[in-house]
């Protein structure tokens, strides 16, 4: 009786809610942004046995590469220090090592958007800095940088397959990943002064390498 009851009661409520092709909600950038940042901040990979056998074996070639280079480069040194990467299939996690930064994030600024692009939002907080561009089409650019803290790391995902390479930026290596979903964004990651920078934006690789060269300290 009163599971029967309760089937009814379900199916009313059911009924009065409006059909899922109704419900196209648009969320503003600024929640989509803070939700990015909550899943990059919170959510881990899972990792199987042989994914975590397959990283420990890939770990020990390249800290054997990367103990030479440590001996004879000293900028090699400072970098392997600083950070280091896992890929997964779908997933790139960044690990920040060397203390805790106690300083203030200096404010950096687009020196060079698309035409009709203009620089719109920027927020702030001591952990990090999202600076927004975008154009009256919806194309957007969001920057995003942090120190390379300890008590951190950033997690790149994908809906689709995570595609990476390697780029420059800055003279620096760079890492430029593109998602296999359809209206997925390109993610572009780099290290630069104790700081990681993620520059998000669904335009071209050409036309966002462009972009975060001209990334400026804002006078």
């Not at 109704?22 to 990979?45: A, D, T, Y």
């Not at 800290?63 to 896992?86: H, K, P, T, V, Y």
């Not at 997933?91 to 009709?116: C, D, R, S």
């Not at 397959?161 to 593109?178: E, I, M």
């Amino acid at each position: 009786m009163l599971q029967a009851s309760s089937k009814r009661v379900r199916q009313a409520m059911l009924s009065t809610l409006p059909e899922p092709e109704s419900c196209q909600h648009k969320f503003s950038r600024k929640f989509e942004i803070k939700m990015k940042r909550l899943i990059r901040r919170n959510q881990k990979p899972v990792r199987s046995k042989y994914f975590t056998r397959s990283i420990a074996a890939m770990l020990t070639l390249v800290l054997f590469g990367a103990f030479i280079c440590f001996m004879s480069n000293s900028e090699a040194q400072a970098d392997f220090i600083r950070w280091a990467r896992e890929l997964f299939h779908d997933t790139a996690v960044y690990h920040f090592f060397g203390g805790q930064i106690n300083k203030a994030l200096p404010e950096y600024t687009f020196g060079w958007l698309p035409e009709g692009f203009s620089q719109e939002v920027a927020e702030a907080d001591p952990d990090i800095t999202i600076i927004i561009a975008s154009d009256t089409d919806g194309n957007s650019f969001i920057l995003e940088y942090q120190f390379m803290d300890e008590r951190s790391t950033l997690t790149e995902l994908s809906r689709g397959n995570l595609l990476s390479r390697t780029v420059t930026v800055h003279k620096s290596p760079a890492h430029f990943y593109s998602d296999s979903a359809v209206g997925a964004s390109s993610e572009l990651i780099w290290m630069e002064d104790d700081i990681v920078f993620c520059l998000s934006s669904t335009m071209e690789e050409e036309i966002m390498l462009k972009v975060a060269e001209h990334i400026t300290i804002k006078k």
